[in-house]
């Protein structure tokens, strides 16, 4: 297992990797020497004999940071600038002999890797090893058609920070097309910017694109109860939300003061660990919060209680701080009314599952997405910051997205909906991920599920009418095998 920088990467990978090992499987993890990938790996309990560690530092807070900055500044859809912070972590894992030597003394049949953060990948091209692709984000557009080699569903699916109602109007999906060739060039400029570590290694497939592209299976944490049904490649699985569960016991503190809020009813905050919210943010939520007379547990970490002090930021009243809470035993209990969440992929699954509604503030990557599919879905309330923050806007845009959930029973209605469409298979999330990577290990690397796209010429395809102008959606000629 090759695992991203953060907290919510791990975490479902090491779901999966709990179900291997339970079916008699051995996991290893290959992992960056650094603070963050240390304090992760000892908060699931991963012994250190059961990882290999490259020496390279990941630079985590300078990556939040970058992808902040920009967000902040109107100009998120340039959050592939900050990919080559990324260039020296591959470059570290191909480069060190002794964790190329360590993954070969291994014998690894298969490497699974967290996509977005491809550090593992380099290792297993160099070795000739197979791999299977971790999409915890879930299925986005562009990402589906230069890095998975799969359709894009341009005619049902938004691209890349895009929104639009379902089904999609006419120009709705010309505006999608459009968007589907500017997220290709971002893939462009995603590939040269790791693809010199191919090259100058000289490995097999001599691309990070290609590479990717050649993953035995693709796995993507999501769910048809919330997505839009997608044309996929039979390489790609769908396999629900790989961090939900049924709660467990709440410790007896917390348990007492949910129960003794039932007539009242709790607002439960929780910012996520991939993108840490800043003073001005903190300082809206906190206002919105005074203003709302009722019970609100806000999960608050040492950073952001010492951003909130720094800054002479007041927690109201009516809050119950804390700097951690068991989410997926939280979210179920009748007296939480809504979840104000950043909307990462992880949490809205937790929030959909347990038939909660959510308001969601979006900060990077999928969450604009799933803010406002939430709304479309009406389960929940999308809160678009303003770029730069207007701190009133946002302190009033919340405080009207709580009255409004608080005040109709149909948020909540609808969340319970989806959770039943959620819960209504015989097999987990889990489950079904640990046989996709069985399936692709037993059958040694091939490539037999892959559909033939990426062969395709410059000239447009041949899709059925309907099909909302894919045919301006010219096909990347390569050599996807």
């Not at 038939?355 to 406002?372: F, R």
Request: aromatic share 10%; glycine share 6%; net charge neutral.
């Amino acid at each position: 297992m090759s695992p991203g920088p953060v907290f919510s990467h791990w975490l479902p990978l090491y779901n999966i990797a709990q179900e291997l090992i339970a079916r008699g499987h051995s996991v290893k993890w290959l992992k960056a020497i650094d603070a963050e990938h240390e304090r992760t790996a000892k908060k699931l309990g991963v012994p250190e004999s059961d990882c290999i560690a490259f020496p390279v530092t990941m630079e985590a807070e300078v990556l939040r940071k970058a992808i902040l900055d920009l967000r902040q500044a109107g100009r998120e859809k340039d959050m592939f600038t900050v990919l080559p912070l990324h260039q020296k972590v591959c470059d570290g894992a191909i480069k060190d002999n002794a964790t190329v030597a360590a993954v070969q003394a291994y014998e690894p049949d298969l490497l699974v890797y967290d996509a977005p953060f491809p550090y593992g990948l380099p290792v297993a091209n160099k070795l000739k090893i197979p791999a299977v692709s971790m999409w915890v984000i879930g299925p986005l557009g562009d990402f589906l058609t230069y890095l998975v080699g799969s359709p894009s569903g341009v005619s049902t699916m938004p691209q890349f920070n895009m929104w639009y109602p379902q089904p999609m109007s006419f120009w709705s999906r010309l505006q999608n097309t459009k968007a589907w060739a500017i997220g290709l060039l971002m893939m462009k400029a995603w590939d040269d910017a790791y693809s010199p570590i191919w090259r100058e290694n000289g490995m097999p497939d001599g691309s990070y694109a290609k590479s990717q592209r050649r993953s035995v299976a693709s796995i993507f944490q999501g769910d048809f109860a919330y997505l839009p049904a997608l044309p996929m490649s039979p390489h790609c699985h769908v396999v629900g939300s790989l961090t939900a569960r049924p709660p467990q016991a709440l410790p007896d503190k917390l348990q007492s003061f949910l129960d003794g809020a039932l007539d009242t009813g709790v607002i439960y905050i929780s910012s996520g660990t991939s993108a840490v919210p800043d003073a001005a943010q903190l300082r809206g939520i906190s206002k919105a919060v005074e203003n709302i007379r009722i019970p609100v547990l806000w999960k608050l970490t040492a950073t952001d209680k010492n951003t909130m002090k720094t800054n002479s930021i007041p927690i109201p009243k009516n809050v119950k701080s804390m700097d951690f809470l068991p989410q997926n035993d939280l979210l179920p209990h009748p007296a939480v009314k809504v979840f104000v969440t950043q909307g990462g992929t992880n949490s809205l699954y937790e929030t959909i599952y347990h038939g909660t509604p959510a308001i969601i503030i979006p900060l990077i990557v999928e969450q604009t997405y799933n803010a406002n599919q939430a709304e479309m879905l009406g389960f929940g309330l999308a809160i678009d910051l303003p770029a730069p923050l207007d701190l009133k806007i946002l302190e009033q845009h919340l405080t009207r997205a709580f009255k409004k959930i608080l005040a109709s029973d149909s948020y909540s209605h609808k969340a319970k909906e989806l959770s039943h469409l959620m819960r209504a298979k015989r097999w987990t999330p889990v489950e079904k991920a640990a046989s996709v990577i069985e399936e692709s290990a037993w059958s040694n690397g091939s490539l037999h599920n892959h559909v033939w796209e990426h062969r395709q010429p410059w000239i447009p395809s041949a899709d059925v009418p309907g099909e909302s102008w894919k045919t301006l959606g010219f096909q990347k000629k390569g050599n996807f095998l």
